[in-house]
């Protein structure tokens, strides 16, 4: 088996940044834990799901999309492939989601731009927030970092994934890693189920209108909701002109806002508050559900931290169960 | 713009170019262009499929092809100036070039309506989609059976393609009606005044041989869509024609989802029973 | 990807985040848990605070003024120019015949050289900045009843508060992140009410929704003040150990019957008693104001009821309590910590006071500092359009959008032999200026802020300005040595906040090294302090609170046959003041993108009159054509519209009538009449 001790990981990540643009999260001077080179500072894995989304990797909430000047249209050259280890098991299961969206029918090649080829590595064992057990994702990435509370066990699971893995000398024995595969199994998320059950109400329509204008009396629209959720794919487009060319990029969007479905004619489809609130929670636990068979919230737990008022998706899900059911 | 592309990658995102022929005008709001791609190769649209037309500046906006993929060597664009884009596009003269992605979403299936009877109702800009399926009527009639176009305005000066409806009208091959909400005493109007839905009752329809295309703004649908079933037209045999704020055309961005569908890949066009119990769909 | 923890632009708030860069240009932002003001979230401003920085219309060299056109010049031609310019209108006219405005969005290390430079250099008190369109009235209420013209409180108090009364702030759209916590205390069980007649997002959330005619503020107060003391409800201990002037003030109010009240204020007076009962019984009561409070020709008698009231009740000095002006730009509180006001040095030192102009002339090189106080800039315009005022040196101000009645203001800048404006964008005042100098945005450069709360933070540059701008701390460097002074040399910013605290008591433990992630909340007066983010603890600033009489006073303009309808003109959510910023900001301005009116639909049905159709409005100033937003948010009668859209601009219309003592315009209430346009 192998493991790194914490003291080593900057060196491990560091040794990779030849090869690979490394993103660890580590920890900011002020104390934030934010996705960043193995050079600007310790790795900080534990600590649970970061603040904001890991797929803006991939993602990122402003990017170029072509670039139109006199010699036609412009696209820029290479880098180096992404090796990004800080995804939880949850993210893992959002990243998932969004490159089947990205893929599928047409293939964003934006985004595949960056994702292809990149390495995934995910954090668990006793590495959540205040040391608290993250469940083992037992795949769906190229390697694992699992802390058993001294030790990070490195699990490969792909082919690049243990070329990684392969770097370092075995030193342990595998009960370790046997033991906290026995523990993930016996986790449940009580959230799961309350999500489930709000999911059924609403394919069921069993959530009346005045429920989500109710919720939206305490939407500000910051949009922060969207911004921080990692299967929120939704984006704008603009055109910045300037003398010599003009540079179309996209930019994250919000269905938060009142302009997101507004038509040139002044039809909105989400032409209220409470429609947009709608949206917001219907989209993920229904909406997703018909189209992709799965619910698209994985309880990253992003928007409910980050809701200025309390009506993240688990909280209104909460309501909904409790209301409702 | 730092980002990799690898050569096998398509550019999802990179308009082609395309050259406008000639600009007409068809009410004071709108305009009809004629496009060709500059490197000549035809744009591969079915009728009721959309492009997004790219002006460097102003973005995108989706529009509708108007015209038939049997007219070849161009195609045809009708634009109402509503927003910055289109206001911009209302500016271009022949010779001026423009992006074009696409073409986009569902078609109309035509081997579905091959010896049916056809009931193509528009109202307002609707007829700019539709007229993509009317024309490839007109160039193939021999496929279908009965063909009726219906088509209503708000007044006289909102009717689009008046040429076209003049000459439909007199053209054996089709039953073409054409209604608007108001006259006013200058107005020199040849077809019926009240309301589109008025027209059906009067139709001799025969339900199971029967398809009707419904395109227009969100108000006329349910309307339409009631006559219609009040002829004993099942809901699989309505097709109806969505507009949403499209932005990207390929399902990515979010802006036109109907619940669960996505109207540029989904639709636009949609067979009602796909859309009749999603809510905010009509 | 590299990311800098800085302050965001917009309000007053004090929000701080990441930047994010990709090395060259912003791609995003992200927000920070651990400070206290943002807790991880941000509002849509701050979301999208990265779009504008990079946009193409961002001014990247010098312009000076050729046969009429603007032209692009060095920077040693510009600054020779600005400096001859200054001169020569000084030369002829006096030294007073120039005028500084400083901006509430420049840092205070800006604003404390940009009054540097307007005194010392050119021996002018000539400078003030936007405050005066904003917060002068709360500068000289609560200085005169308080001690100190500053929030009291801190934003982290509204999670203690048991009744929290918001009147005249439109709190979620304007300081977004504040107006969370209230709705997040109100959800707890707080007590809110909410004095507005507009139906604001918290009004959905008030126990009480007080819809009082646009200023009628003294009359409600008054009359709540008259309930309080008739039934006994008064914090005797308090106005005895801690207050004067009790008596007379007292004998004041005592004619505020509610019912007399209720006959100003258009409310009943059953609503002015339950709001004065529920306010004097909760254990600690904040109250929120802004612009309905301080934008009046009466705005400092506004300020004053506020002040009074509190003391009345006791809630001043503790947590949960306390009179809480909400200062609008992110750093308007800095600017006049600062002293870009016209009678005060930094951290409100008296101009007029010799041994603080011995003091601040011995640490500038011994010249003598010019003596009597300046103009305020709301004069200052009026003597520009007089011909009274020949120069004007504008940092990072808009006045032909922002400042009340456009005409008066195009008059009176074109008629400036010398009109300098340094800028981000070319906006439309620097479009009308002789020279444009162009300046890094906040992303760009390094300094400090001070947000609402008194708390200073730190602002750190993400990338480098466009082209040759520099940032405005460079420029107003370059200015002095142009004008061959020496004694503004700064390495860095940090220099600069030496001086400052060297300079400035409330300053005097500040320093860049002290202010990582949670910065200091002034007073702040040695390098051990550790700030104080509750005022008037133990004693007031001034040492007893002072009550002060007021009398109730009508707005300059009310409505009749002519004009019928009350206009009252403020900002929305997504847009920031003249738009140069957010306007420039894709999401922003398609969510709001065209210059409105809001009109209740009873009125437009009166004058046939339909949502999203073009309306002219037309005052005695001037005429706009905008377009209609039918809601009943504003109550039949009232008009509402935003002053950020240069297309449609409301402040054609307000009226340049302005409170005796603070100078401010009264934006908040103009007499206009509406018509269908076409």
């Given at each position: 088996?192998?493991?790194?001790i914490p003291?080593?990981?900057q060196?491990?990540?560091i040794?990779?940044?030849?090869?690979?643009?490394?993103?660890?999260?580590?920890?900011?001077?002020?104390?934030?834990r934010?996705?960043?080179?193995?050079?600007?500072?310790?790795?900080a894995?534990?600590?649970?799901?970061l603040?904001?989304?890991?797929?803006?990797?991939?993602?990122?909430?402003?990017?170029?999309?072509?670039?139109?000047?006199s010699?036609?249209?412009?696209h820029a050259s290479?880098?180096?492939?992404?090796?990004?280890?800080?995804?939880?098991?949850?993210?893992?299961?959002?990243?998932?989601?969004?490159?089947?969206?990205?893929?599928?029918?047409?293939?964003?090649d934006?985004?595949?731009?960056?994702?292809?080829?990149?390495?995934?590595a995910a954090?668990s064992g006793f590495?959540?927030a205040?040391?608290?057990?993250?469940?083992l994702?037992?795949?769906?990435?190229?390697?694992?970092?699992?802390?058993d509370g001294?030790?990070?066990?490195?699990?490969?699971?792909?082919?690049?994934?243990?070329r990684?893995?392969?770097?370092?000398?075995?030193?342990a024995a595998?009960?370790?890693?046997?033991?906290?595969?026995?523990?993930s199994g016996?986790?449940?998320?009580?959230?799961?189920?309350?999500?489930?059950?709000?999911?059924?109400?609403?394919?069921?329509?069993?959530?009346?209108?005045?429920?989500?204008?109710?919720?939206?009396?305490?939407?500000i629209?910051?949009?922060?909701?969207?911004?921080?959720c990692?299967?929120?794919?939704c984006?704008?487009?603009?055109d910045w002109?300037?003398?010599?060319?003009?540079?179309?990029?996209?930019?994250?969007?919000?269905?938060?806002?009142?302009?997101?479905m507004?038509?040139?004619?002044?039809?909105?489809?989400?032409?209220?508050?409470?429609?947009r609130?709608?949206?917001?929670?219907?989209?993920?636990?229904?909406?997703?559900?018909?189209?992709?068979?799965?619910?698209s919230?994985?309880?990253?737990?992003?928007?409910?931290?980050?809701?200025p008022?309390?009506?993240?998706?688990?909280?209104v899900?909460?309501m909904?169960?409790?209301?409702?059911? | 713009?730092?980002?990799?592309?690898?050569?096998?990658?398509?550019?999802?995102?990179?308009?082609?170019?395309?050259?406008?022929?000639?600009?007409?005008?068809?009410?004071?709001?709108?305009?009809?262009?004629?496009?060709?791609?500059?490197?000549?190769?035809?744009?591969?649209?079915?009728?009721?499929?959309?492009?997004?037309?790219?002006?460097?500046?102003?973005?995108?906006?989706p529009?509708?092809?108007?015209?038939?993929?049997?007219?070849?060597?161009?195609?045809?664009?009708a634009?109402?100036?509503?927003g910055?884009?289109?206001?911009?596009?209302h500016r271009?003269?022949?010779?001026?070039?423009?992006?074009?992605r696409?073409?986009?979403?569902?078609?109309?299936?035509?081997?579905?309506?091959?010896?049916?009877?056809?009931?193509?109702?528009?109202g307002?800009?609707?007829?700019?989609?539709l007229?993509?399926?009317?024309?490839?009527?007109q160039?193939?009639r021999?496929?279908?059976?009965?063909?009726?176009?219906?088509?209503?305005a708000?007044?006289?000066?909102?009717?689009?393609?008046?040429?076209?409806?003049?000459?439909?009208?007199?053209?054996?091959?089709f039953d073409?009606?054409?209604?608007?909400?108001?006259?006013?005493?200058?107005?020199?109007?040849y077809g019926?005044?009240?309301?589109?839905?008025a027209?059906?009752?009067?139709?001799?329809?025969?339900?199971?041989?029967?398809?009707?295309?419904?395109?227009?703004?969100?108000?006329?649908?349910r309307?339409?869509?009631?006559?219609l079933?009040?002829?004993?037209?099942?809901?699989?045999?309505i097709?109806?024609?969505?507009?949403r704020?499209?932005?990207?055309?390929?399902g990515?961005?979010?802006?036109?989802?109907?619940?669960?569908?996505?109207?540029?890949?989904?639709g636009?066009?949609?067979?009602?029973d796909q859309?009749?119990?999603?809510?905010?769909?009509? | 990807?590299?990311?800098?923890?800085?302050?965001?632009?917009?309000?007053?708030?004090g929000?701080?985040?990441?930047l994010?860069?990709?090395?060259?240009?912003?791609?995003?932002?992200?927000?920070?848990?651990?400070h206290?003001?943002s807790r991880?979230?941000?509002?849509?401003?701050?979301?999208?605070a990265?779009?504008?920085?990079?946009?193409?219309?961002?001014?990247?060299?010098?312009l000076?003024?050729?046969?009429?056109?603007l032209?692009?010049?060095?920077w040693?031609?510009?600054?020779?120019?600005?400096?001859?310019?200054?001169?020569?209108?000084?030369g002829?006219?006096?030294?007073d015949?120039?005028m500084f405005a400083s901006?509430?969005?420049?840092?205070?290390?800006?604003?404390?050289?940009?009054?540097?430079?307007?005194r010392?250099?050119?021996?002018?008190?000539?400078?003030d900045?936007?405050?005066r369109l904003?917060?002068?009235s709360t500068?000289?209420?609560?200085?005169?009843?308080?001690?100190s013209?500053?929030?009291?409180?801190?934003?982290?108090?509204?999670?203690?508060?048991?009744l929290?009364?918001?009147?005249?702030?439109?709190?979620?759209?304007?300081?977004?992140?504040?107006?969370?916590?209230?709705?997040n205390?109100a959800?707890r069980?707080a007590?809110?009410?909410?004095?507005?007649?507009?139906?604001?997002?918290?009004a959905?959330?008030?126990?009480?929704h007080?819809?009082?005619?646009?200023?009628?503020?003294?009359a409600?107060l008054s009359?709540m003040?008259?309930?309080i003391?008739?039934?006994?409800?008064?914090?005797?201990?308090?106005?005895?150990?801690?207050?004067?002037?009790?008596?007379?003030?007292a004998?004041?109010?005592?004619?505020?019957?509610?019912e007399r009240a209720?006959s100003?204020?258009?409310?009943?007076?059953?609503?002015?008693?339950d709001a004065?009962?529920q306010?004097?019984a909760?254990?600690?009561?904040?109250?929120?104001?802004?612009?309905?409070?301080?934008?009046?020709t009466?705005?400092?008698?506004?300020?004053?009821?506020?002040?009074?009231l509190?003391?009345?009740t006791?809630?001043?000095?503790?947590?949960g309590t306390?009179?809480?002006?909400?200062?609008?730009?992110?750093?308007?509180?800095?600017?006049?910590?600062?002293?870009?006001?016209p009678?005060?040095?930094?951290?409100?030192?008296?101009?007029?006071d010799?041994?603080?102009?011995?003091?601040?002339?011995?640490?500038?090189?011994g010249?003598?500092?010019?003596?009597?106080?300046?103009?305020?800039?709301?004069?200052?315009?009026?003597?520009?359009?007089?011909?009274?005022?020949k120069?004007m040196?504008?940092?990072?101000?808009?006045p032909?959008?922002?400042?009340?009645d456009?005409?008066?203001?195009?008059?009176?800048?074109?008629?400036?032999?010398?009109?300098?404006?340094?800028?981000?964008?070319l906006?439309?005042?620097?479009?009308?200026?002789?020279?444009?100098?162009?300046?890094?945005c906040?992303?760009?450069?390094?300094?400090?802020?001070?947000?609402?709360?008194r708390?200073?933070?730190l602002?750190?540059?993400?990338?480098?300005?466009?082209?040759?701008?520099?940032?405005?701390?460079?420029?107003?460097?370059?200015?002095?040595?142009?004008?061959g002074?020496?004694?503004?040399?700064?390495?860095?910013?940090?220099?600069?906040?030496?001086?400052?605290?060297?300079?400035?008591?409330?300053?005097?433990g500040?320093s860049?090294?002290?202010?990582?992630?949670?910065g200091?909340?002034?007073?702040?007066?040695d390098?051990?302090?550790?700030?104080?983010p509750?005022?008037?603890?133990?004693?007031?600033?001034?040492?007893?609170?002072?009550?002060?009489?007021?009398?109730?006073?009508?707005?300059?303009?009310?409505?009749?046959d002519?004009?019928p309808?009350?206009?009252?003109?403020?900002?929305?959510?997504f847009?920031?003041?003249?738009?140069?910023?957010?306007?420039?900001?894709?999401?922003?301005?398609?969510?709001?993108?065209r210059?409105?009116?809001?009109?209740?639909p009873?009125?437009?049905?009166?004058?046939g009159?339909?949502?999203g159709?073009?309306a002219?409005?037309?005052?005695?100033?001037?005429?706009?054509?905008v377009?209609?937003?039918?809601?009943?948010?504003?109550?039949?009668g009232v008009?509402?519209?935003?002053?950020?859209?240069?297309?449609?601009?409301?402040?054609?219309?307000?009226?340049?009538?302005?409170?005796?003592?603070?100078?401010?315009?009264?934006f908040?209430?103009?007499a206009?009449?509406?018509?269908?346009?076409?």
């Amino acid at each position: 088996m192998k493991t790194v001790i914490p003291d080593r990981l900057q060196e491990f990540f560091i040794g990779f940044t030849d090869e690979f643009e490394v993103k660890v999260p580590v920890l900011t001077t002020e104390g934030e834990r934010v996705f960043a080179s193995p050079f600007d500072g310790p790795p900080a894995l534990s600590g649970g799901a970061l603040a904001a989304k890991p797929t803006a990797v991939f993602f990122p909430q402003q990017d170029g999309v072509i670039s139109i000047g006199s010699e036609g249209l412009l696209h820029a050259s290479s880098a180096k492939p992404l090796f990004v280890a800080g995804f939880t098991p949850r993210d893992l299961l959002c990243l998932r989601f969004i490159d089947r969206f990205f893929a599928e029918g047409y293939r964003d090649d934006i985004y595949f731009s960056r994702r292809k080829g990149a390495l995934i590595a995910a954090v668990s064992g006793f590495s959540g927030a205040s040391g608290g057990f993250v469940p083992l994702s037992g795949g769906a990435c190229d390697l694992e970092f699992v802390f058993d509370g001294a030790v990070w066990i490195v699990v490969p699971y792909s082919e690049p994934g243990k070329r990684i893995a392969a770097r370092i000398p075995d030193d342990a024995a595998d009960d370790a890693l046997a033991a906290l595969l026995e523990k993930s199994g016996g986790c449940v998320d009580e959230d799961a189920a309350i999500i489930q059950a709000a999911s059924k109400l609403l394919l069921n329509e069993m959530v009346p209108d005045r429920f989500w204008d109710s919720v939206a009396e305490s939407c500000i629209q910051c949009t922060g909701c969207n911004l921080v959720c990692p299967t929120c794919t939704c984006f704008g487009v603009q055109d910045w002109r300037y003398p010599d060319r003009v540079e179309r990029s996209r930019m994250w969007d919000s269905c938060q806002l009142e302009g997101f479905m507004r038509e040139a004619s002044g039809h909105n489809p989400l032409g209220t508050e409470g429609l947009r609130t709608r949206r917001r929670i219907h989209h993920k636990l229904a909406a997703d559900r018909t189209k992709w068979g799965e619910i698209s919230c994985f309880l990253c737990g992003r928007c409910d931290a980050a809701c200025p008022t309390g009506i993240g998706i688990v909280a209104v899900s909460r309501m909904i169960v409790e209301r409702f059911s | 713009m730092a980002r990799t592309t690898s050569p096998a990658e398509e550019l999802l995102y990179n308009p082609c170019e395309a050259e406008i022929i000639s600009v007409a005008d068809l009410t004071p709001d709108e305009k009809l262009f004629s496009l060709r791609m500059t490197d000549n190769r035809p744009l591969g649209h079915l009728p009721g499929q959309f492009v997004q037309l790219s002006i460097p500046g102003y973005t995108e906006a989706p529009i509708s092809v108007a015209s038939s993929p049997t007219r070849t060597g161009f195609f045809d664009l009708a634009i109402r100036r509503a927003g910055t884009l289109t206001a911009e596009m209302h500016r271009k003269v022949p010779g001026d070039t423009v992006g074009i992605r696409g073409p986009f979403g569902s078609s109309f299936d035509l081997t579905a309506f091959q010896g049916k009877d056809l009931l193509l109702i528009s109202g307002g800009c609707g007829l700019a989609p539709l007229r993509s399926l009317i024309q490839y009527c007109q160039d193939c009639r021999d496929e279908f059976a009965r063909v009726a176009v219906i088509y209503g305005a708000r007044n006289p000066d909102a009717l689009l393609f008046k040429n076209d409806l003049a000459e439909w009208r007199n053209s054996p091959a089709f039953d073409c009606s054409v209604t608007v909400d108001n006259v006013s005493g200058g107005d020199c109007f040849y077809g019926s005044v009240g309301l589109l839905p008025a027209l059906i009752p009067p139709l001799e329809v025969i339900p199971k041989n029967t398809i009707a295309v419904v395109v227009g703004p969100p108000p006329m649908y349910r309307a339409v869509i009631e006559e219609l079933k009040k002829k004993g037209m099942a809901s699989s045999r309505i097709l109806l024609s969505l507009e949403r704020q499209m932005r990207c055309g390929v399902g990515k961005c979010g802006h036109c989802t109907i619940e669960h569908l996505y109207c540029c890949t989904d639709g636009p066009v949609f067979r009602l029973d796909q859309v009749e119990g999603v809510r905010g769909a009509i | 990807m590299k990311r800098t923890f800085t302050v965001c632009p917009y309000c007053g708030t004090g929000c701080m985040f990441y930047l994010l860069s990709d090395g060259n240009r912003l791609v995003g932002v992200e927000p920070s848990r651990n400070h206290p003001v943002s807790r991880g979230g941000l509002c849509v401003k701050g979301w999208n605070a990265f779009s504008f920085v990079g946009h193409p219309d961002r001014l990247t060299v010098p312009l000076v003024r050729k046969d009429g056109e603007l032209v692009p010049v060095s920077w040693d031609e510009a600054l020779a120019r600005v400096v001859s310019g200054l001169r020569s209108v000084q030369g002829r006219y006096g030294k007073d015949s120039i005028m500084f405005a400083s901006s509430a969005k420049a840092t205070n290390e800006e604003n404390f050289l940009l009054m540097k430079l307007a005194r010392r250099v050119f021996g002018t008190n000539n400078i003030d900045h936007c405050a005066r369109l904003c917060h002068s009235s709360t500068v000289v209420g609560l200085a005169e009843t308080f001690g100190s013209g500053a929030m009291t409180n801190s934003i982290d108090c509204i999670d203690k508060a048991d009744l929290i009364f918001v009147i005249g702030s439109n709190t979620t759209e304007q300081h977004p992140l504040i107006g969370t916590r209230i709705i997040n205390a109100a959800k707890r069980g707080a007590k809110l009410i909410v004095a507005d007649n507009r139906v604001i997002r918290l009004a959905r959330h008030a126990d009480s929704h007080l819809r009082h005619k646009n200023g009628s503020d003294v009359a409600l107060l008054s009359g709540m003040m008259q309930v309080i003391i008739s039934e006994g409800l008064e914090n005797r201990a308090f106005i005895d150990s801690r207050t004067e002037g009790y008596h007379e003030f007292a004998e004041s109010v005592r004619e505020w019957t509610p019912e007399r009240a209720a006959s100003f204020t258009g409310l009943s007076a059953a609503e002015i008693s339950d709001a004065a009962r529920q306010y004097a019984a909760a254990g600690s009561a904040m109250i929120f104001y802004s612009m309905g409070i301080t934008q009046h020709t009466h705005g400092v008698d506004n300020v004053r009821c506020i002040a009074n009231l509190a003391m009345l009740t006791g809630n001043v000095g503790r947590e949960g309590t306390g009179v809480n002006p909400l200062r609008g730009q992110n750093n308007v509180q800095g600017g006049c910590d600062m002293g870009a006001l016209p009678d005060l040095y930094s951290g409100y030192q008296k101009v007029a006071d010799p041994s603080v102009r011995l003091k601040f002339e011995k640490a500038w090189g011994g010249a003598l500092l010019p003596a009597t106080p300046g103009l305020p800039l709301t004069l200052a315009m009026n003597a520009a359009a007089r011909g009274d005022l020949k120069g004007m040196f504008i940092m990072g101000e808009n006045p032909l959008i922002s400042d009340p009645d456009q005409a008066h203001v195009l008059a009176a800048l074109q008629s400036l032999e010398l009109l300098v404006v340094q800028d981000i964008f070319l906006t439309e005042t620097a479009q009308l200026a002789d020279v444009v100098l162009p300046a890094a945005c906040f992303a760009e450069k390094d300094g400090s802020f001070t947000n609402t709360e008194r708390r200073i933070q730190l602002l750190k540059k993400a990338v480098e300005p466009p082209g040759e701008a520099k940032a405005d701390w460079e420029i107003i460097c370059g200015v002095a040595a142009a004008a061959g002074f020496y004694g503004m040399k700064y390495e860095n910013t940090s220099g600069i906040m030496a001086e400052i605290a060297s300079l400035t008591p409330i300053y005097a433990g500040v320093s860049h090294r002290r202010l990582p992630l949670a910065g200091l909340q002034w007073p702040c007066t040695d390098a051990d302090h550790p700030g104080t983010p509750i005022l008037h603890r133990e004693r007031f600033s001034r040492g007893l609170g002072k009550f002060v009489p007021v009398t109730y006073r009508p707005p300059a303009e009310t409505p009749d046959d002519a004009y019928p309808f009350v206009l009252t003109t403020g900002r929305t959510y997504f847009h920031w003041h003249t738009g140069s910023m957010t306007r420039r900001t894709h999401l922003l301005d398609r969510e709001e993108n065209r210059a409105f009116v809001e009109m209740n639909p009873d009125d437009a049905t009166k004058l046939g009159i339909k949502g999203g159709e073009r309306a002219v409005v037309s005052s005695r100033r001037g005429e706009i054509t905008v377009f209609t937003k039918l809601t009943d948010v504003v109550p039949p009668g009232v008009l509402f519209m935003p002053f950020h859209f240069a297309e449609g601009a409301a402040n054609a219309l307000t009226n340049n009538e302005l409170d005796p003592e603070s100078h401010i315009p009264e934006f908040k209430v103009s007499a206009v009449r509406v018509r269908r346009a076409g």
